[in-house]
């Protein structure tokens, strides 16, 4: 069974940094995406970056505009170090994955908050 657990998040005032963890389980995970997303109340969820361990490919989402930056150093964790957090910010950040080639997420974290006082 796949899991997909995040940690890091919490309170930050505007200006500061959190890194954002999150840890898979239930099979080996290098050649598949991780990837994390937010998603702010009333809002939609927002694509932030993904990572493929197996080659170093990442992407980015260009509206971070170089603020945020996912990282994987084994198969199995990701991260995303996100600086100069704006209220703007403030949201449930989760974490997910999916078979390489497809489209759709289908495995997600519970979601860490992030809250980004002003």
């Known amino acids: 069974q796949v899991q997909l657990v995040e940690s890091g998040g919490g309170l930050v005032q505007a200006g500061g940094s959190l890194r954002l963890s999150c840890t898979a389980s239930?099979?080996?995970?290098?050649?598949?995406?991780m990837a994390w997303f937010r998603q702010a109340p009333g809002k939609e969820r927002e694509f932030l970056a993904a990572?493929?361990?197996?080659?170093?490919?990442k992407q980015h989402a260009d509206s971070l505009k170089g603020r945020f930056t996912i990282s994987r150093d084994n198969r199995n964790t990701v991260y995303l170090q996100m600086n100069n957090l704006q209220p703007e910010d403030t949201a449930v950040y989760y974490c997910a994955s999916k078979f390489r080639g497809t489209k759709e997420y289908v495995f997600w974290g519970q979601g860490t908050q992030v809250t980004v006082s002003s």
């Open positions: 990572a493929i361990y197996s080659g170093g490919h």
């Open positions: 239930g099979r080996t995970f290098n050649d598949w995406p």
